[in-house]
DNA sequence: CTTGTGTTGACAAATATTGTCAAAGGTAAT
DNA sequence: ATTACCTTTGACAATATTTGTCAACACAAG
């Protein structure tokens, strides 16, 4: 199970791009990218984005294990977190059953 | 689909408790758990287990919607919200097999 | 009119998130 | 060993978000 961050750190090396250079270039701080990187601190999902245009890479599945992360930090220490991700996919579910 | 406001408003009217005696047995304002109640403001879990305490109800269903809502809310306006918390519930999964 | 009910809005206080900067340490080449 | 890169780290400031406090309001019952 690799995070984003590492999963953006391999796209970036293989960009060929250093840390500055990528941070530059989307126009944030070096010392935050690093950070995202390896899972000091969270990643905001706008620099998601940013960086997959950069790399030329589709952001779909980066965007889901993004969000996907961000919601087990949530449950992280919960006792019931699988059922109320299972209550929560219902409630989802029936909601895009009825707006279309 | 009752929110975890309203469960816990019905919860309280039945157990006899005005606004202002329920929120001073559980030592907070007022205009916080009409809020809370009215889903104007977010739970804190830790008054929602107050509250179960406070009607002598068992708190797991609630804790579970409330968790659960939370979870939905960091998600309302996503695109892949779906796709993300079936990627959670892969992981967890994975995760609580592998830790006893 | 007084008492008890819930609601509302303005504001302060406390926390959390995010951004900025400078320094440190590594590696490689010359 | 100094130059030129790179990444990491920590301290701090700036912002934003969450949470708590308070006073006033409106309504109904007695």
Same mark, same amino acid.
């Given at each position: ?8 750190? !391999? ?8 840390? =500055? /250079?990528?941070? @530059?270039?989307?126009?944030?701080? @070096?010392?935050? +990218? ?6 000091? =601190? #969270?990643?905001?999902?706008?620099? @998601? ?6 790399? #030329? ?9 993004? +969000?996907? !992360?961000?919601? +087990?930090?949530?449950? /992280?220490? !919960? ?10 996919? #219902?409630?989802?579910?029936? #909601? ?5």
């Amino acid at each position: 199970m690799s995070t984003v961050g590492l999963q953006l750190r !391999e796209l970036r090396e293989k960009a060929g791009f250093s840390l =500055r /250079k990528a941070a @530059v270039a989307i126009d944030t701080d @070096v010392a935050i +990218l690093s950070k995202m990187e390896r899972g000091e =601190r #969270k990643f905001s999902k706008e620099l @998601v984005l940013k960086l997959a245009e950069l790399y #030329k890479i589709d952001s779909d599945k980066l965007v889901i294990d993004y +969000l996907s !992360e961000k919601v +087990l930090y949530e449950l /992280k220490d !919960e006792e019931f977190g699988l059922e109320a991700l299972k209550v929560a996919e #219902k409630q989802l579910n029936y #909601k895009k059953q009825n707006e279309q």
